[in-house]
Each structure stands twice: as C-alpha cells, then as structure tokens.
C-alpha cells in the first residue's frame, strides 16, 4: 500500500463546540455535559483536567475536547456529518493522549511487574448531521479490520443524536449543550431561507433566550464564532461537494463505458455505481433515504433492494 504523504494543518482554528466545552475558563459547562452523559453530580470543576491535543496535529487531525476526571479519560467529539471512521479518529487521539499521560506521569511504570493502571476510557461523538434520524448508535472500531484481526483490538464510540429536539433527557440536563443544538438549528434554519452566514449568526443569537447560558459567551465574541461557524460549514459545503462530483463521475463513467461495451450495457454499471455512491451519503447521514432515491429515479423500497440498506 502506497503511503500517502503526512498533512500538518498549522492552520487549524477551532471549532465552535471546542470554544464552549473546551475552555478552562468554561470548564463547568464540560463538566456539566460529563454529569449529563453519565448521571453522575461532581460539583468541582477544578477536578477536571483537560488533556485536548493543542500542539500537535497529525495527519490534519486534531480532537475537539479530552478531560481527565477522576479515574476516567473522557473524549468527546462534535460532528455535523455521520462517519463511520469515529473509531479510527478516536484511537489515533487517544494514543496520543495515553502516550503522553504514560510519559509525564511519575507513578507510571511500564516496566513495572504489578500492573500499571490507567484511567478508563470513554468515547462518545456529539453528532448533529440534518438528516441524521437515530437517537444513539455504537460504532466499533473491530470493524475497521479484517476478520481474523477482530479480537485483538477494540474502541467503542457512541454517537449522540444532539440535534435539537432529539435526545431530551441529555438536553435538558445539560442547558449549555441543549442551547448549542439550538443554536446551530436556528442557523442552519435561516441559512436555507437564503441569509448569510453573519445574517443566520445575528438571527439565531437574537432567538435566543436571554436566559440562554451560552448566549453572553456568544454574544461577546460574535466576530469569533461567525468565523467559527464559517469553518463547519465550509466543511458540510465541501461533503455536498464530493457527493456531486461522485454522481457526476458515476454518469460520466457510465457514458464512457457506454461507448466501450454498448450502450445498455454501460448504462446499467453506470448506474451501479452512481448508487453505490448515493447509498455512501445516506449511511454517512448526508441524504436521507427517500433524498437519494428520489435522486437515483427509484423508490424507497427499490432502492434499498438495490443497494442493500434497510428501511
């Protein structure tokens, strides 16, 4: 396998949700969002440790919010799109993180011979992809590898429908998350009502409650978070993107191998793979099912049969 060449984002700018969650100077919101995944009620915010990937960004990744609390090592994620490769993203974060953890720490031993313990691992992505329906899935990261390779490592990742009006019971316990999934809904609302960027930002911090937590935070860096918010939309803009290009390429492929085998013949694998790319965006939650089938000319049924996705 060729290896590609290594990408250092040193221009990263960070997200909103690292903004809210992420700041010492807002730990309490991280550690309200920790109590409301867990249901648990620590009240010293000073016992969490962040432990975020500042310094260092491999491959053009770098995490949105880790903690240490207690005994446990808390990694969180937001995403705006349904990837499957959470687990993935989850293991190169958290190795760098233990490694660092193992390296600093004056009680770690890895020569020891009593084992040495670490603190528990906890995985979980904050998803708000539009077209994303389930409340709660589990990803594993065994499923990345082949099979005999299965029992030999494993991640769980679960992602968390944040979407406003999904997943109540975290909302509510957590105020600063449940006015954030407000506010992106609220942007996202007036983006397709044709404002831009700024006009959406404007228009959904003045929905808010005066009562919002977050909304004083807001309000004082709105230069920031339009910029913010400019950098995830730029990346929803850009998986629009690729899915165009993969329906013109399925198109295109077909006509060429068209010319190649015969017109019915090049059509049908030209539609082949223009399903093919069509089933991909409705399992990463850009399309819903009745979207892409409507796009592929077929009905819901007929384009699960087709593609082999469930209703």
């Not at 691992?121 to 539009?130: G, I, Q, T």
Request: hydrophobic content about 35%.
């Amino acid at each position: 396998m060729a290896r590609k060449k290594s990408n250092v984002n040193r221009e990263y700018k960070d997200r909103l949700f690292k903004f809210l969650f992420g700041s010492p100077s807002r730990r309490s919101w991280a550690l309200d969002l920790y109590n409301a995944m867990n249901g648990s009620h620590y009240a010293d915010e000073n016992a969490l440790v962040f432990t975020t990937i500042e310094d260092v960004v491999y491959m053009g990744m770098k995490n949105d919010v880790s903690f240490l609390i207690d005994s446990t090592m808390c990694f969180l994620e937001q995403q705006s799109t349904y990837n499957r490769n959470m687990p993935a993203r989850f293991f190169a974060y958290s190795g760098m993180i233990y490694a660092k953890l193992m390296n600093e720490s004056p009680d770690f031993d890895p020569y020891a011979l009593d084992l040495q313990r670490l603190p528990d691992p906890m995985f979980v992505c904050l998803c708000n992809a539009p077209n994303w329906r389930e409340e709660r899935k589990t990803l594993r990261l065994s499923d990345a590898f082949g099979k005999n390779s299965r029992k030999r490592l494993e991640l769980l990742v679960d992602v968390v429908n944040i979407n406003y009006g999904r997943n109540k019971e975290l909302l509510e316990a957590c105020p600063p998350l449940k006015d954030y999934s407000f506010f992106v809904s609220r942007v996202r609302y007036y983006l397709k009502r044709g404002m831009t960027l700024e006009q959406a930002v404007d228009a959904s911090l003045n929905d808010m409650s005066n009562d919002a937590v977050i909304k004083p935070a807001l309000l004082a860096n709105q230069a920031e978070v339009k910029r913010m918010c400019l950098l995830e939309y730029d990346e929803e803009k850009t998986l629009r993107g690729r899915y165009e290009k993969g329906k013109s390429d399925g198109i295109k492929k077909g006509i060429k191998i068209g010319e190649a085998k015969g017109r019915e013949e090049g059509r049908e694998e030209g539609l082949e793979k223009g399903l093919s790319w069509l089933a991909n965006f409705v399992k990463s939650g850009v399309l819903t099912i009745g979207q892409a089938s409507s796009q592929a000319g077929m009905t819901e049924s007929e384009f699960a049969a087709k593609t082999g996705l469930k209703l």
